[in-house]
């Protein structure tokens, strides 16, 4: 899964107090999910990450290049600024997050989508960083197709 915003309130309204992930799940939607099925494991948060208020009682923390108002209602009715601007916030994340043992999951996964977003972001931004994984995928990968 990959969280794209964290948004929570302090009001007392209708909705309540909460706090919600937006994570892109397995089937790649973008669902809010409440925090209370998640245990945090790290404070960090990734470097072009921003606080914002979106209403006198809610709040938003999520990357700057997304966190202008009607970014979520661009992003399902598929514009493509919108779906640009996530992707390349995804690839970001994926850049400064990903660990060795993360990329050795993903590439030995059958999860073709995220396999070849992996090669692409990794090819685009030139990030050798996990090189020999990728090796040893292509060494498997051709090795499959010898006659």
């Given at each position: 899964m990959t969280l794209s915003s964290i948004e929570f309130s302090n009001s007392l309204s209708t909705s309540g107090n909460y706090i919600k992930f937006r994570l892109q799940?397995?089937?790649n939607s973008i669902i809010p999910y409440s925090a209370n099925l998640f245990?945090?494991?790290?404070?960090?948060?990734?470097?072009?990450?921003?606080?914002?208020?979106?209403?006198?009682n809610?709040?938003?923390?999520?990357?700057?290049?997304?966190?202008?108002?009607?970014?979520?209602?661009?992003?399902?009715?598929?514009?493509?600024?919108?779906?640009?601007?996530?992707?390349?916030?995804?690839?970001?994340?994926?850049?400064?997050?990903l660990a060795e043992e993360d990329v050795h999951d993903i590439l030995y996964?059958?999860?073709?989508?995220?396999?070849?977003?992996?090669?692409?972001?990794?090819?685009?931004?030139?990030?050798?960083?996990f090189i020999n994984y990728v090796v040893d995928y292509a060494s498997v990968e051709l090795s499959s197709y010898k006659k």
């Open positions: 799940n397995d089937d245990e945090i494991v790290s404070d960090k948060l990734n470097s072009a990450w921003i606080f914002n208020q979106k209403t006198k809610n709040y938003w923390i999520l990357p700057k290049e997304i966190s202008y108002n009607s970014f979520w209602e661009d992003y399902y009715n598929d514009e493509i600024v919108a779906r640009k601007h996530f992707n390349h916030v995804k690839e970001v994340l994926y850049l400064e997050e996964s059958n999860k073709e989508e995220e396999i070849d977003f992996i090669l692409n972001v990794l090819m685009k931004n030139k990030c050798d960083r």
